[in-house]
T-cell receptor
Framework: AQKITQTQPGMFVQEKEAVTLDCTYD???????LFWYKQPSSGEMIFLIY??????QNATEGRYSLNFQKARKSANLVISASQLGDSAMYFC???????????????FGEGTQLTVNP | GAGVSQSPSNKVTEKGKDVELRCDPI?????LYWYRQSLGQGLEFLIY????????KSGLPSDRFSAERTGGSVSTLTIQRTQQEDSAVYLC??????????????????FGAGTRLSVL
């Protein structure tokens, strides 16, 4: 079974508008972290934002926010005021296990290709 | 350097040849990870280093793949007798060693730009 599901292969948004990229996950571990990365055409994976499973508030980082709905096992990325430079592939990833333990791999979704139109 | 550095950025090789891919992590990052990104398989974990030891090698696809890390810093991923299915982008990431302090921020993996391997 897929641990991370990103159901939107491609998304389009107008410049300056907000966009939501969906991510659902599957784990039986009560402790986990969720991460979003951006991969522009240059290929480098750029960390954007994270959310711990026990965090009470949704994470925010500049124009990025994470809509974390634990009961629904979803962790959607919201990008406000889209810019042309936001055009890229976006990956949702999960790390299972307590945050204090080391060495847990990231499991990635298939990604969503976001295109920002002028 | 400021970020994770990988070399070479591109590598073209002939089937059957051996290749070495290098990763230089962020200074002070104890944990180092190798992933592979290919069209058919998405992003796959290969191996994890804590210091110079590799507690998790479970993602290595075959015994043709090996990796080492020396001095708790630079890591080399070696692929012997390359096959066409090894063609992919190989990504390296590093992170701090998680602990009781620092929360999830210590788990953030920072990636290099990758090595694009093409096996002809």
């Amino acid at each position: 079974a897929q641990k991370i599901t990103q159901t939107q292969p491609g998304m389009f948004v107008q410049e300056k508008e907000a966009v939501t990229l969906d991510c659902t996950y599957d784990t039986s571990d009560p402790s986990y972290g969720l991460f979003w990365y951006k991969q522009p055409s240059s290929g480098e994976m750029i960390f954007l934002i994270y959310q711990g499973s026990y965090d009470q508030q949704n994470a925010t980082e500049g124009r990025y926010s994470l809509n974390f709905q634990k009961a629904r096992k979803s962790a959607n990325l919201v990008i406000s005021a889209s810019q042309l430079g936001d055009s890229a592939m976006y990956f949702c990833a999960m790390r299972e296990g307590p945050r204090e333990t080391s060495g847990s791999r990231l499991t990635f979704g298939e990604g969503t290709q976001l295109t920002v139109n002028p | 350097g400021a970020g994770v550095s990988q070399s070479p950025s591109n590598k073209v090789t002939e089937k059957g040849k051996d290749v070495e891919l290098r990763c230089d992590p962020i200074s002070g990052h104890t944990a180092l990870y190798w992933y592979r990104q290919s069209l058919g398989q998405g992003l796959e974990f290969l191996i994890y280093f804590q210091g110079n030891s590799a507690p998790d090698k479970s993602g290595l696809p075959s015994d043709r793949f090996s990796a080492e890390r020396t001095g708790g810093s630079v890591s080399t991923l070696t692929i012997q007798r390359t096959q066409q299915e090894d063609s992919a982008v190989y990504l390296c990431a590093s992170s701090l060693l998680p602990g009781l302090a620092g929360g999830w921020a210590k788990n953030i993996q920072y990636f290099g730009a990758g090595t694009r391997l093409s096996v002809l």
